[in-house]
């Protein structure tokens, strides 16, 4: 490697946010948080993603904790580190489309609360759901990252991933990420493809992915030698699995090489040290199932995430139907195909996936069809990469002329509205957002925070759900299926 030229690799580290919502369904509460954060900034990260995703919903609805104050905790704690979050797109956090203003007022509290890299996605791809939140964030001078969702299917060739890099940079992104939700990206792809969107854009490239097939580390090792600038990874305690790779054994693989971090393992040590009790406590209380931390070769098979995985087991358990899980799995790629082969990646990961339980369950495919997967062929999600299966379009939708503008051009400022709705429990600016994504499980929040105030030993300890947090429920929800 003596012709290669100098270049060390940067690494954001997910213990705060995607590690913990992969591992153990985001659970990790701020006060487990707040003592490391003091040897985390002294690491030198490119940056910590510590926000955003399902963080959000999470602290609300089972730790009983304001997202916005944790969001404020972690920037005085992390004075000398950006602090990163993911950002749905069109969606924000919430699994709903929202109107310009909430989006852009959403971002400006997020920067002006401490962010300073929003990793923006979409779960078709359809940069038109991206551009009011990289305008937002460039207005507020953060950094906008537009993240592809990676998946396999015939349109998804190099050409495409090429062309995409050269319209996210057009679209004024500062950087690139690739977001290998699955854990589907082989190393030797990994080759091809971060070599093909660097030939489509000058900006700079990050590599995330999850070890659910067991090829991450070494995906991260070709994708760097290719030109990748920044990886995601996650303290040991909380790696691998359907989690990232491990820092510490990253930081290690590139030492002595032009592309080590310099980061100090000593100082890595003591804070996988501190995480590491953190992790015997959720192992033993089951929040940390095994399962989830060993090898799943059946995701290059049938292209599924882990949390989609633990999704699907959670709806047939309770359908008395766990029987049905190869079937299932059969049948997610054909729902996919007729939903236009998109990524599977919240929410489309969790519709398509309940689709298939039902295809199956009911003995006849489209029997039932849920709200959600009505919304996706009516074209409220956007566009895919290719069409939807016009059959199942019709039994859906019927004759209703399907939408095929940017979704949100549709949707009427809510912003004033949203205040309206929930002025009596504001006591933040910040609130209206929260009331705006999850109107229910926030209201919920407020009453326990006003109960908290005016007497401070009143406390309400959050009650463990069954499955994932996202799961849409296949026996409750029956007003969807018709």
């Known amino acids: 490697m003596a012709d290669i030229k100098k270049k060390p690799i940067g690494i954001t580290e997910t213990i705060l946010r995607d590690a913990h919502q992969s591992l153990i369904a985001t659970r990790m509460p701020t006060s487990e948080m707040l003592p490391i954060l003091d040897k985390m900034d002294k690491v030198g990260y490119h940056s910590i993603e510590c926000w955003g995703g399902a963080t959000f919903d999470a602290c609300l609805r089972f730790l009983k904790e304001d997202p916005w104050d944790r969001l404020r905790a972690l920037r005085k704690g992390l004075p000398h580190s950006k602090l990163q979050m993911l950002f749905r797109g069109q969606n924000i956090l919430g699994y709903n489309h929202y109107s310009d203003d909430v989006v852009e007022y959403f971002v400006q509290k997020s920067v002006a609360n401490g962010i300073d890299i929003i990793r923006i996605f979409d779960c078709f791809n359809d940069l038109r759901n991206l551009e009011t939140a990289v305008k937002a964030a460039k207005k507020e001078g953060a950094h906008a990252q537009i993240a592809l969702s990676y998946t396999l299917g015939e349109a998804y060739t190099l050409e495409y991933w090429e062309k995409m890099a050269k319209s996210i940079e057009e679209l004024g992104a500062d950087s690139i990420c690739i977001k290998d939700m699955a854990g589907l990206l082989v190393p030797y792809t990994a ?54 790779p491990a820092t510490e054994v990253m930081v290690e693989t590139f030492k002595g090489t032009p592309y080590d971090t310099g980061y100090d393992q000593n100082l890595l040590a003591e804070i ?88 199956v369950l009911s003995g006849e495919r489209y029997k039932m069809i849920t709200k959600e997967s009505k919304k996706i062929l009516a074209g409220e999600f956007g566009r895919t990469v290719k069409p939807f299966n016009k059959e199942v379009q019709k039994k859906a939708i019927g ?28 006591q933040q600016d910040e609130d209206v957002l929260s009331y705006a994504l999850f109107p229910q499980v926030a209201t919920e929040f407020f009453k326990y925070r006003k109960a908290k105030q005016e007497n401070p030993d009143f406390d309400k300890k959050p009650s463990a759900p069954e499955g994932n947090d996202r799961t849409l429920n296949v026996t409750v929800a029956a007003d969807a299926f018709k």
């Open 191 to 244: 080759t091809e493809l971060v070599t093909a969107l660097k030939n489509g854009s000058k900006i700079p490239l990050q590599m995330h992915t999850h070890y659910t097939s067991g090829v991450a580390s070494m995906t991260y090792l070709k994708a760097v030698e290719a030109g990748a600038d920044v990886i995601d990874c996650a303290m040991s305690p909380l790696s691998m699995g359907t989690s990232q």
């Open 272 to 359: 996988a040290d501190y995480f590491r009790p953190y992790r015997e406590e959720v192992l033993k209380e089951g929040l940390l199932n095994p399962k989830v931390l060993g090898v799943n070769i059946k995701t290059l098979l049938y292209q599924v995430p882990g949390g989609m995985l633990s999704n699907l087991v959670s709806q047939l358990k309770e359908a008395h139907a766990e029987d049905k899980y190869e079937a299932v799995l059969k049948e997610i790629p054909n729902v996919r195909k007729d939903f236009g082969e998109p990524p599977l990646v919240t929410p489309s990961s969790q519709i398509v996936g309940t689709q298939a339980v039902l295809n």
């Open 399 to 426: 004759d209703a002329e399907p939408i095929t503008c940017r979704p949100a051009d549709l949707i009427p400022p809510q912003l004033d509205k949203f205040r309206e709705e929930c002025k009596e429990w504001i």
